[in-house]
């Protein structure tokens, strides 16, 4: 039962992964009397932008997770309790343990939903019979193991329809794989499924990756969707955008499940046609409610959902709900450009670093051209981002950073 009580605060952040610590500290670096609850069910924090290299037996499981206890600024009222419902026209929600929160300002980063159950007998099958996938912390290590002692056979990586987190990772973790199997004389015949049509959404970095795959003499299958696995009998089903079934023999098997709003967004007001948290892509206002901002995986912007798009947004919700807060006429006047990023381990070793904002359009941060996979943006991926992240973005601190923009010199093909 509700609680007939509310508990009040100025503002309520619905979720503590990376967008939500990282406005939560920014927040308390800004104006440090604020009064601001973080609602988050995990005591454990996750930096998912490393389960790839887990899986690809470059990083170490506990590299990637803290506790969420390290991280909560000094200052912020830590719930650890899940929100069961959004109120947004009486400025509450109702916590599962049935707790109401009143606030003057929502910041929404509920991350997305990963829909495991729209893949029939996947539950039953993943994290045995060599069916794994780099979407689940616990499996990560799993997909290095598979890999490791794969002594031969039919591999298979699956893509979903998007939008995904990290659209890269997908096929990141083919790769990885490929390039192990190959310097250790191992037999594989690999396979991307993808329900895309492309290699990749920006056709720049599409047109470079279909280098990569054939290198590998992997065979990509577009305008396909996984529907069922058997794991025991090494049987995984895919049918086409006509319906038609084919069923694939695997002897290893990655899965990247079907991923959507979470539902307790998707059945409130918040969400927009496609159930996503509807904000101004530029903005990251909701359309509708002024006194709530989106950002992350959760919202219906079209940028790449990927941690490097959180680091360039919650400066702006930042900026903009304080101008709103201040009520001296400040306008929420910051903008997100829709900057993404996806480190694509082409190898062990090398990673194609693929920059881009709103419509596809290609913004290298270096000099370089950036389909060309390199050493330094490796050690990037490996070093320096997980640096990033845990001691620059979730503290809330941001640096002047130069302003994406597009190098059309670097891109000539
Ligand atoms: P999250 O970080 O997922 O946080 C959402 C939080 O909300 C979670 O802590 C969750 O517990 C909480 N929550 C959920 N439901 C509720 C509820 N009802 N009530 C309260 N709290 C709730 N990004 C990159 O930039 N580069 C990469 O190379 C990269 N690779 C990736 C590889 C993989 C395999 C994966 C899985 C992700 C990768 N990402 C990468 C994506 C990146 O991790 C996400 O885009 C980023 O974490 C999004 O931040 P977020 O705050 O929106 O969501």
Known sequence: MPSTQ??????????GGAGGVSVAAALKLAQPDLNIALVEPSDKH?????????????????????DQSSLIPSGVEWIPD????????QNQLVLQGGQTLQYQFLVTALGLQLDWDKIAGLQESIGQHGVTSNYRF???????????????????????????KCAGA????????????????????????????????????????????????????????????????????????EGNEQTEKFDFLHVTPPQSAPDVIKQSDLAGETGWVEVDRNSLQHKRFDNVFGLGDCTDTTNAKTAAAVRRQFPVVVSNLLAVLAQDGSAA???YDGY???????????????EFRYDGEVVPSFNLDPRVPRRLYWWLKER???????????????????AARPRPHLLGE
Not at 138 to 164: K, V
Not at 340 to 354: D, Q
Request: net charge neutral; proline share 6%; charged share 20%.
């Open 333 to 335: 006047n910051s903008s």
């Open 6 to 15: 509310p508990k009040e605060y100025t503002i309520v952040i619905a979720g």
């Open 138 to 164: 616990d499996l990560a290590p799993y997909t290095w193991q598979c890999i490791s002692e794969f002594r031969g056979g039919r591999a298979l990586f699956t893509q979903p329809a998007m939008p995904i």
């Open 384 to 402: 320096f981002f997980p640096f990033l992240y845990w001691n620059v973005m979730l503290k809330g601190r941001d640096w002047d950073k130069p």
């Open 340 to 354: 993404g990023g996806c480190p694509l381990t082409t190898e062990r070793g090398k990673v194609m670093m693929a």
């Open 46 to 66: 996750y930096y998912q932008a490393g389960w790839t290299l887990v899986g690809g037996g470059a990083m170490s499981q506990r590299q990637t997770v803290r």
């Open 82 to 89: 899940r929100v069961a419902e959004f109120n947004p026209e």
């Open 170 to 241: 997908p096929q990141k973790i083919l790769y990885l794989a490929a390039d192990h199997w190959r310097r250790n004389g191992v037999n594989a015949d690999s396979h991307f499924f993808t329900q895309g049509g492309a290699m990749f959404g920006v056709p720049l970095f599409a047109r470079a990756l279909d280098k990569i795959i054939a290198g590998y003499d992997a065979t990509p299958h577009f305008g396909v969707n996984l529907t069922a696995v058997d794991g025991a009998a090494g049987e995984a089903v895919f049918v086409d955008a």
